[in-house]
């Protein structure tokens, strides 16, 4: 693919997609995975992959679900899913000055995963939550990451735990060929529905940007404005698909299950009718919280400390810590859970980007009638 995105996503971006961080659905809050698109919008439902699990923030016991998320089990008893969906943040729309600003509920006891593709029952797959780990940052973007240890270990007739990406950069094309990934999510299948709650699948969905990946770079003037610690992909989640893993598709079509990152948020179509885009924040950026988190969990679970906890020494350079890099200034969007008794409506996407557009749109016009009229060249706006 080109470097940066598509013409065609870029502008959809810009003009219509809508998000909002830590949100559920309930109150106004529909949680799309982050915010993407997918039922897994235009997915199927998915009853073979039982390391994707649904996130339930509950009040009284499984399947009894006010919020709504998605996330993967990387080990026996260690899923990782959005931060937002345990955290509530200062901002909904803008990295540059977006923090955490308290939990979302008293206790880790409060949540509960199921392996079970139907999140609203009450009996098949569920597993308590004991703690939850978050990375030592206020930054929002490119940190919306939380990992939820459970108090019991899920046996491996149950679920085969996936393998988190980070020994090597997202960048690294020998270790992760593809440039598309298979994202899983519990979401909702078309915004404005009640849909979520069920286990959706879509394979082949392209990878749009990577900052710093040679091939697929992002263009700060386009749709991407999250952080170095984030990655861009086309339409296939939405709400309540936050935390969904995406997968990297040549090991997925293999039958190898490599998590690139966790789902953080996304858009809304101008037409209201269709999620669009998602962006990740990537497991590569938090290699040694990850594997330190994982450790623990083994040690809780008293079980061997799974492979990817030993990190190669030549994975190259050190974290790439979401918070130690410079966030653009231009509003982004964050995620949300479905909350299903309380929820907020997405608000505008990028707006600022959208007068900036605007704006640089208006120049180049009014440029290009001064050339026709002096028949030369003149600077850029």
């Known amino acids: 693919m080109r470097r940066g995105v598509t013409a065609a996503l870029a502008i959809a971006a810009i003009f219509g997609?809508?998000?909002?961080?830590?949100?559920?659905?309930?109150?106004?809050?529909?949680?799309?995975?982050?915010?993407?698109?997918?039922?897994i919008q235009g997915g199927d439902v998915d009853a073979a992959h039982p390391f994707a699990v649904g996130v339930c923030g509950v009040a009284a016991g499984p399947g009894q679900c006010q919020l709504v998320c998605s996330?993967?089990?990387?080990?026996?008893?260690?899923?990782?899913?959005?931060?937002?969906?345990?955290?509530?943040?200062?901002s909904q729309t803008d990295c540059a000055t977006a923090t955490w600003s308290g939990h979302r509920y008293t206790s880790a006891d409060q949540?509960?995963?199921t392996t079970s593709k139907d999140l609203y029952q009450a009996t098949t797959g569920?597993?308590?939550?004991?703690a939850i780990r978050t990375p030592e940052t206020t930054s929002l973007c490119g940190a919306d990451l939380a990992l939820l240890i459970l108090q019991d270990t899920v046996a491996s007739t149950e679920a085969t735990p996936a393998t988190p990406a980070i020994a090597y950069p997202l960048t690294d094309r020998a270790h992760y060929p593809s440039l598309a990934e298979t994202a899983i999510g519990y979401g909702i299948t078309q915004p404005g529905t009640n849909t979520e709650g069920t286990r959706h699948i879509r394979t082949g969905v392209a990878i749009q940007c990577i900052p710093g990946d040679t091939a697929i770079d992002c263009d700060p003037k386009l749709a991407f404005a999250g952080s170095a610690g984030e990655f861009l992909v086309g339409d296939a989640t939405c709400d309540g698909d936050s935390g969904g893993g995406a997968f990297e598709q040549a090991a997925f079509t293999a039958g190898s299950f490599v998590v690139l990152g966790a789902l953080s948020r996304g858009g809304v179509s101008v037409d209201g009718k269709s999620c669009i885009g998602g962006v990740y924040t990537r497991f590569d950026g938090w290699r040694s919280f990850i594997a330190g988190v994982g450790v623990e969990a083994a040690?809780?679970?008293?079980?061997?400390?799974?492979?990817?906890?030993?990190?190669?020494?030549?994975?190259?350079?050190?974290?790439?810590?979401?918070?130690?890099?410079?966030?653009?200034?231009t509003p982004s969007t964050h995620g949300c859970a479905v909350v299903r008794y309380s929820s907020v409506p997405y608000q505008p996407f990028a707006l600022g980007m959208l007068l900036w557009c605007l704006r640089r749109w208006n120049c180049t016009r009014k440029r290009t009638q001064f050339r026709r009229a002096v028949g030369k060249k003149t600077g850029y706006c």
């Open 17 to 39: 997609a809508a998000t909002i961080p830590g949100c559920g659905r309930g109150d106004p809050i529909d949680e799309r995975v982050g915010s993407a698109a997918s039922a």
């Open 126 to 130: 569920w597993h308590r939550v004991a």
């Open 111 to 113: 949540y509960y995963v």
């Open 299 to 329: 040690q809780r679970g008293a079980y061997p400390s799974p492979a990817w906890t030993t990190l190669p020494a030549d994975a190259g350079a050190a974290d790439a810590a979401p918070d130690a890099n410079t966030s653009p200034s």
């Open 71 to 90: 996330g993967t089990l990387i080990a026996p008893n260690l899923v990782v899913t959005a931060r937002h969906c345990v955290d509530d943040s200062t």
